[in-house]
């Protein structure tokens, strides 16, 4: 069974290493955008606080309704 599985440790490494970079890189993306382009970064952020409070309204309107049974 263990032999089957042999090397996935290093492959494991690997995700979590592109994943720390791809954090990395989105962050500095952001951050660029945001000193190049203020306005259309405050719209983009703006637009997605609003559809994601929308989202999380529903989701917690849903619980609410499921506890109440």
Same mark, same amino acid.
């Given at each position: 069974?263990?032999? $089957?599985? %042999?090397?996935?440790?290093?492959?494991?490494?690997?995700?979590?290493?592109?994943?720390?970079?791809?954090?990395?890189?989105? #962050?500095?993306?952001?951050? #660029?955008? %945001? $000193?190049?382009?203020? %306005?259309?970064? #405050?719209?983009?952020?703006?637009?997605?606080?609003?559809?994601?409070?929308?989202?999380?309204?529903?989701?917690?309107?849903?619980?609410?309704?499921?506890?109440?049974?």
């Amino acid at each position: 069974m263990h032999e $089957k599985h %042999r090397g996935h440790e290093s492959m494991h490494a690997e995700m979590v290493l592109i994943l720390i970079v791809t954090l990395v890189v989105a #962050q500095l993306l952001l951050v #660029q955008w %945001r $000193k190049r382009h203020f %306005r259309s970064y #405050q719209v983009h952020i703006c637009c997605n606080l609003l559809v994601m409070c929308e989202s999380f309204e529903c989701d917690v309107g849903v619980l609410v309704d499921i506890y109440e049974l």
